[in-house]
């Protein structure tokens, strides 16, 4: 049997021990004398668990978020639903679609029924998710839910609609994408290694065809997949099939692969065999994207939970200090570009509407160094941009979230053909990410020059690299009175230019 990601099936079983023992795992009331952790500028939920968020989908001019979400640490919840108009704010709106009395809610997708296929009305709201329902809870099948109030309450259509072909725990997370071309519905289904691919008339009658298979290196189930179409800068049309995995079996990223191709009405063929990453780092995960609904073939928003199984079902300072457990990244705006050697890869860049919520803006005198520079602004929730230059040194890089004695900070830098995030310095006493405190992602080993576009919140750290090929995203506990920053370079020297802060509150 292969190996079982820890993300749900490791979570039924300790709530069922739970439940005997008579314990309980609810989070506790945040202590009102402990600083506030809460992110300032990051998606968070009012209080609870949250973890995989769902594709959102517009109506009324606003985007309708669901995620994951429970009273209990990595426990069954249910969807729990926000909206957003800027995708920067979003406006808690409460349950969706309720924990049922027999099995729990898991990762789908909804879509905007405009052509009334499904019958329920059109404009109707349907959702296809993941409900446990075997005898052991692990026989994973997909069902309905359809509203047609405009996405705020849901109504159980019945039986599973695409039931589970082998009775296994990786049958899960259906996204459903419109195929205009042929006239139907495609769901494609996470499996082990895998993703599998039925079509529909209507969301209810499913029709198997086809698996896309990637079996060398193991990079684990595929959770949450993706499927959508998309129009690159030269103007060409091109597919992209997409999955979180476990790719630290073979040393490859922990979050988003992608691969662009061909869909023909039953197969998916990639341009290449190996996936590409659209994140580099350890808290990129579930992933979500959706069409900017000003651009729909052009440009998407990209959304995820900030969190990894490896250590996502710990508790965290927020816990104690907000009540609460887990935040989503920052949104993305994501574009698909043609490379210089033929191939196609998506760019991302934090979404443009940001910068609306800016209060300061601040630039900073250019800095050449061969050691260590303090930088002269303290702050907790900002952007950081900036160049950086040289000519032969070993290492060099910038410290975000550093204590007044510089022994607590996160580094961001280049090193022997990476770009690097260690939080390590950054652990705190109660909480420490052990051998996930540091990821790299390569650069051109000729390169000497970059430039990084920072995020830093409360509890968080992500990292643009250049036009946005590379980003690495990361949860840190920063201690409230890290605030400053530094620049440094070893082995030789640096210069650090075009600095601007953004700060955020």
């Known amino acids: 049997m292969p190996h079982s990601h820890p993300s749900r099936r490791t979570v039924l079983r300790a709530l069922t021990t739970a439940a005997v023992m008579g314990a309980t795992a609810r989070i506790p009331a945040a202590a009102a004398a402990s600083p506030s952790l809460r992110a300032v500028y990051h998606m968070t939920p009012p209080s609870g668990w949250t973890c995989d968020p769902q594709r959102p989908v517009h109506i009324g001019g606003a985007y309708h978020l669901y995620y994951l979400h429970s009273d209990q640490n990595n426990a069954p919840g249910w969807w729990q639903h926000a909206t957003t108009t800027d995708n920067v704010t979003f406006t808690d709106h409460g349950v969706a679609i309720p924990l049922g009395p027999d099995f729990p809610v898991w990762t789908g997708s909804g879509v905007v029924d405009t052509g009334d296929t499904a019958g329920f009305g059109a404009g109707a709201v ?141 197969t998916f063929t990639t341009d290449g065999a190996d996936p590409q990453w659209l994140d580099w780092g350890w808290d990129w995960y579930a992933a979500v994207t959706w069409p900017d609904a000003n651009a729909p073939t052009t440009r998407r928003f990209a959304i995820a939970w900030m969190n990894n199984w490896h250590y996502a079902a710990r508790t965290v300072p927020t816990d104690l200090t907000d009540g609460y457990n887990g935040q989503m990244s920052v949104v993305r705006e994501l574009s698909l570009a043609k490379q210089p050697g033929g191939w196609y890869t998506l760019l991302s860049q934090p979404v443009s509407t940001l910068h609306d919520h800016v209060v300061d803006t601040v630039h900073l005198t250019d800095v050449t160094t061969s050691g260590r520079v303090e930088l002269p602004y303290q702050g907790s929730a900002y952007e950081l941009e900036l160049d950086i230059s040289w000519q032969q040194l070993d290492n060099v890089g910038i410290s975000v979230g550093r204590s007044a004695d510089g022994t607590r900070h996160t580094n961001i830098g280049v090193f022997q053909g990476n770009v690097y995030v260690d939080r390590r310095p950054s652990d705190r006493p109660e909480y420490s990410f052990g051998a996930y405190g540091q990821s790299n992602a390569p650069i051109d080993p000729a390169a000497r020059w970059v430039h990084l576009k920072i995020l830093v919140d409360k509890q968080s750290v992500e990292v643009f690299v250049n036009a946005g090929h590379t980003v690495l995203s990361h949860q840190v506990y920063f201690e409230p009175t890290d605030t400053g920053i530094s620049v440094y370079a070893d082995g030789g020297s640096a210069t650090f230019s075009n600095i601007t802060v953004r700060a955020f509150t």
Request: glycine content about 10%.
């Open 126 to 266: 349907v959702v296809l998710a993941t409900q446990p329902t075997g005898g052991d809870r692990f026989d994973q099948e997909q069902y309905l839910y359809y509203s047609t109030d405009g996405g705020f309450t849901f109504t159980a259509y019945g039986p599973p609609v695409i039931d589970n072909p082998d009775h296994s725990d990786w049958f899960r997370d259906p996204k459903i994408h419109w195929d205009a071309a042929r006239n139907e519905w495609i769901a494609a289904i996470g499996r082990w290694q895998s993703i599998w691919f039925y079509t529909s008339p209507n969301l209810k009658n499913w029709t198997y065809r086809s698996t896309f298979t990637y079996a060398t290196p193991n990079i684990g189930g595929m959770e949450c997949p993706d499927l959508f179409e998309m129009t690159a800068d030269d103007g060409t049309s091109h597919w992209v099939l997409a999955g979180s995995t476990q790719g630290d079996y073979s040393g490859l990223p922990d979050t988003y692969a992608y691969w662009t191709g061909t869909w023909n009405g039953t």
